[in-house]
């Protein structure tokens, strides 16, 4: 078989109709051919059935013998027509009584009175045509024989006949030829003309610059091309996002790590001219604490553009043993802070969801963090995983300050610092940086995270005040996306 990749369309619908067209017209030549044969056949047979029948009308058995008066008019207007020479015979059923040439070859099949026969014979080696009838006789005959059927045989030389039908089958091959090359050439404009859209479309696409990404028109395009077209616009929109997306990234690395690092600097060379060991102490531990700040953003970063860009492969997760892990790991973190970290199941059918295990860890993790961050000593931080109804749910709940209504709204966008709701209590929790002197230090990207990456698995993050009342301190953080049954 060809290999239809290394071939143009053009070639392959040609490769496809062209052998098709060919086939097609060759039967049909092969059927004309014999249907013209049979034709000519059954034309020239009625003739020699016509010479038949008037031999008939003029035999005789008056006598008690078998007498036949001969139509020669007719006999003569017959070798005319036929081109050649006619020969007759008229014989008795048991031939013992015959009138004519004698000799002529007998009918393959035995006769049925009142049926003619026709076949092709030999006659003195001269090829012939004969056509053979039979029928019962009005009295017995009762001289030379006792029969009472008498058979009629007629038959003519092939050189008419067979001028006549060779002529029919060229003029049939002839007009079947000129039809073969009046479709062929149909099928060539036909598919030029079908596929001029399909070359607009690649001169147009081919023109393009190299960072235009705008829609392809499918106005002048075939309704059978257009799902070809949609798919192209579709992947130059998805490659236009990933290019957003990787000129986004590019724009905030740049604008986050400038500043940390040329405080990093200052705070390097202020430690240089310090004399005193007490201070250039301090300056050094305030380096740690910005090469710190620094890597932990730097991270962030890396991880929420893999949460844009990476493969989202799914497998079975459990998400029991998922929250439960995660907050082990932050175990130390929270004794460091004097807060009360815990998990609890959420009560419902066993939580074994599809979902990329290390993508849900990093959003979960990045909202026990914010809490510990954030949630004041001797607070409480909980941990839940579960199942609510078709929906997969992580949620975390803190006993914090909160947020306001309007910075729960713009929770999740990048490098954004929120304010803190001013309570009674302490400090707000799940929050990252805040534009109050008071406010921990943070890169405003741990909800940004947590947020891309729910919104990948087709889910949401929502944000509410805890026991749904805002004169009650905490906030609760829940990730909820459709869980679907593992594989």
Known sequence: MPRWSHWSLRRSLLAVLVPGLLAVTGLDIAVSWRNTLAAANAAFDRSLLGAIKAMDANISTASGGLSVELPYRMLEFFELTASGQVFYRVASGDNLVEIGNDGLPPPPQPLVDGQPQFHDGS?????IRVGSYA???????????????????VAETLESRQDFTRRLVLETVARDFLFLLAALGLVV???????????????????????????????DVPADVRPLVDALNQHASRY??????QRRFVDDASHQL???LTTLATQVGFALREQDGSKRGQALLAIKQQVDDAIRQTNQMLALA???????????????ALAERVTRSLWPLARSRAIDLGFEPLPGPPSRVNANEAQIAEALSNLVHNALVHVPAGGHVTVQ?????????LRVVDDGPGMSAA?????????????????????????????????SQGSGLGLAITKAIVQRHGGTLELADANGHASQPGLVATLRWPARAPA
């Open 189 to 219: 404009l036909v598919v030029q003309f079908a596929l001029r859209p399909l070359q607009r479309l690649q001169s147009e696409v081919a023109a393009r610059r190299v960072d235009d990404l705008t829609p392809v028109s499918a106005e």
């Open 258 to 260: 400038r500043t940390p």
């Open 385 to 393: 995983a579960g199942c609510e109804g078709s929906a997969a749910v």
């Open 240 to 245: 236009r996002d990933a290019l957003e997306a």
């Open 135 to 153: 029928r019962e006789l009005d009295r017995a005959l009762s001289q030379g024989s006792q029969s009472k059927r008498v058979m009629i045989q």
């Open 123 to 127: 006659y003195f080696g001269t090829p």
């Open 407 to 439: 910075d729960r709204a713009r929770a999740g966008e990048r490098f954004m610092r929120v304010v803190r709701v001013q309570r009674p209590a302490e400090p707000s929790a799940l929050l990252t940086n805040s534009t109050s002197p008071a406010a």
């Open 306 to 320: 893999r949460a844009d860009a990476a493969a989202l492969r799914l497998a079975p997760l459990d998400l029991h």
